[in-house]
């Protein structure tokens, strides 16, 4: 059974979700997210909690509940110059940051140094500001898959969606190629999308995003299928993928 059928869709359903990552980034991300949702581009989207740009984002997840809202796990800061750190003080987890106090700028790095303890407290931490701010989050996924790096980095995330009764966001077949460790991964009781589609911003520039995007559509077969639409496009240069 496909994932579509265990949620009790007839056995050819095909269900997408398109969800927009890193809202809480910029300020251009966050008005690029929100047009987005508006005008029907995307259905989902998430929040990064340590991002400078959060405030923004969270006020209009409070106050436009009626979106689908989840919280963008983050551990690593992948930008050359611009940079973020965790939310707890840096002392309490210092595993988790560089020699600047920000999150490392890649997964090796972050596997390399993050101590399982420390990950789970930086993560229960944005989880819990979120909700003290007022978000209603209806899952949790993760920026950069840091937590598909090794089994028991995905066991905490796991354990978080168990926790807070949240549904998180997992591809089999994204994690392990992304994967640094040749352990093996327990995928069992987790919901496990039947198709992923990224959208990346170098396919953007190139011109080619819309096309592969409608080439994926095109061939995708039944079942669940997530997609995950970066809007990483200063002055909503989205619009011109509709």
């Avoid at 840091?146 to 807070?164: A, D, N």
Wanted: hydrophobic letters at 35%; aromatic letters at 12%; one cysteine or more.
């Amino acid at each position: 059974m496909n994932l579509a059928q265990k949620l009790g869709y007839p056995e050819n359903t095909k269900l997408l979700i398109i969800h927009a990552d890193d809202a809480g980034l910029s300020h251009s991300e966050n008005q690029a997210t929100i047009k987005a949702l508006q005008n029907g581009s995307i259905n989902s989207y998430s929040i990064m909690v340590p991002c400078p740009w959060f405030y923004e984002m969270a006020v209009f997840a409070k106050n436009n509940p009626n979106y689908d809202c989840g919280i963008h796990l983050t551990l690593t800061c992948e930008w050359e110059n611009y940079k973020f750190g965790p939310v707890l003080p840096t002392s309490e987890v210092s595993s988790l940051v560089d020699q600047n106090g920000y999150f490392y700028k890649t997964r090796k790095d972050f596997k390399d140094n993050a101590k399982p303890s420390e990950i789970k407290k930086e993560l229960t931490a944005q989880i819990e500001k979120a909700l003290q701010f007022g978000i209603q989050p209806t899952h949790l996924d993760s920026h950069m898959c840091s937590v598909g790096v090794t089994p028991e980095i995905l066991e905490i995330y796991k354990e978080l969606g168990k926790t807070y009764n949240l549904p998180v966001f997992i591809n089999k077949d994204f994690v392990e190629s992304i994967s640094l460790s040749d352990e093996k991964y327990d995928f069992e009781n987790t919901l496990l999308a039947d198709n992923l589609l990224i959208g990346y911003y170098n396919d953007f520039e190139k011109g080619e995003l819309k096309k592969s995007y409608e080439k994926a559509l095109d061939n995708i077969t039944s079942g669940f299928m997530f997609s995950c639409f970066i809007l990483l496009l200063m002055n909503l240069k989205c619009r011109a993928l509709l």
